[in-house]
Nanobody, 120 residues
Framework: QVQLVESGGGLVQAGGSLRLSCAASRSIFSINAMGWYRQAPGKERDLVATITNHGSTNYADSVKGRFSISRDTAKNTVNLQMNSLKPEDTAVYYC??????????????WGQGTRVTVSS
């Protein structure tokens, strides 16, 4: 089991930056993968970025070159640096952990989400 708590969301103008953080309740060293997803109003939950326990990363095409995912095993956190934000990045951002064939959207554990609003 692992509990995830996201932080760092808020209101920002287009072109600005935010840094989201996901704090895990236990060591993330052995967690096979963690990721960030987002869900805009009336839309499906979509992948934003993932990182494996080997450090391999993957990004949605819409955020490549603007967002960067990283993990800090000393602090048991996974972070999402978001630069050059656009109004279409507005969504609730969710942290996920432990890739699984049976978990929702392919992960066993989810945080409660943090809201990001980008104004034009």
């Amino acid at each position: 089991q692992v509990q995830l708590v996201e932080s760092g969301g808020g209101l920002v103008q287009a072109g600005g930056s935010l840094r989201l953080s996901c704090a895990a309740s236990r060591s993330i060293f052995s967690i096979n993968a963690m990721g960030w997803y987002r869900q805009a109003p009336g839309k499906e939950r979509d992948l934003v970025a993932t990182i494996t326990n080997h450090g391999s990363t993957n990004y949605a095409d819409s955020v490549k070159g603007r967002f960067s995912i990283s993990r800090d095993t000393a602090k048991n956190t996974v972070n999402l640096q978001m630069n050059s934000l656009k109004p279409e990045d507005t969504a609730v951002y969710y942290c996920a952990a432990e890739r699984s064939l049976s978990g929702p959207w392919g992960y066993d554990y989810w945080g409660q989400g943090t809201r990001v609003t980008v104004s034009s």
